[in-house]
T-cell receptor, first 112, second 114 residues
Framework: KNEVEQSPQNLTAQEGEFITINCSYSVGISALHWLQQHPGGGIVSLFMLSSGKKKHGRLIATINIQEKHSSLHITASHPRDSAVYIC??????????????FGKGTHLIIQP | KAGVTQTPRYLIKTRGQQVTLSCSPISGHRSVSWYQQTPGQGLQFLFE???????NKGNFPGRFSGRQFSNSRSEMNVSTLELGDSALYLC?????????????FGPGTRLTVL
């Protein structure tokens, strides 16, 4: 079964710290998505990657296709970054038939 | 530009009943995907519709079905509700101009089955 693994599951940090969330997947993908979910359920798409690195404000996402691994970094973290961060992939083998497969999410709390 | 809207936002049903949830995508988006989120299983893909056709389907029983209308609005239906169907149901729309598409999520419908 194709799987997506995220680590850590829970992370508590102090305001201003540099945050890294990791995502590993089992087989080839055509794209990887990083999503943010706030309490109450709303999900926001942060990044969509198929290679390399993307940056948006204080958020940076990288992907290493050979190692089947992606990281999401938050610089100068702030309490408003507290949320669940979810990694999701589109498998190459499924030809799109599998939709998105999600990791279990990383629950991030930034304390002031 | 209005975002993805879902109705109703909250719903309480009893076992054995059926339910229909609605999703209106962002104007111009032709693809709508549905997802189920539960504390135990996390987020799982239900199905995707594009131009009124179901393109992809996740591993859910036939009690879960959906459709898409010519204006891209989509509905999903769950028949013979079970307690385990209690979940947050999310829909997401995308332009679907090529294979890799950013998805825009709605606020979700929280379904409780008693």
């Amino acid at each position: 079964k194709n799987e997506v693994e995220q680590s850590p599951q829970n992370l508590t940090a102090q305001e201003g710290e540099f945050i890294t969330i990791n995502c590993s997947y089992s087989v080839g993908i055509s794209a990887l998505h990083w999503l943010q979910q706030h309490p109450g359920g709303g999900i926001v798409s942060l990044f969509m990657l198929s290679s390399g690195k993307k940056k948006h404000g204080r958020l940076i996402a990288t992907i290493n296709i050979q190692e089947k691994h992606s990281s999401l970094h938050i610089t100068a973290s702030h309490p408003r970054d507290s949320a669940v961060y979810i990694c999701a992939v589109e498998w190459v083998s499924g030809g799109g038939a599998d939709g998105l497969t999600f990791g279990k999410g990383t629950h991030l709390i930034i304390q002031p | 530009k209005a975002g993805v809207t879902q109705t109703p936002r909250y719903l309480i049903k009893t076992r054995g009943q059926q339910v229909t949830l609605s999703c209106s995508p962002i104007s111009g988006h032709r693809s709508v995907s549905w997802y189920q989120q539960t504390p135990g299983q996390g987020l799982q893909f239900l199905f995707e519709y594009f131009s009124e056709t179901q393109r992809n389907k996740g591993n859910f029983p036939g009690r879960f079905s959906g459709r898409q209308f010519s204006n891209s609005r989509s509905e999903m239906n769950v028949s013979t509700l079970e307690l385990g169907d209690s979940a947050l149901y999310l829909c997401a729309s995308s332009l679907n101009l090529d294979r890799i598409n950013e998805q825009f999520f709605g606020p979700g419908t929280r379904l409780t089955v008693l």
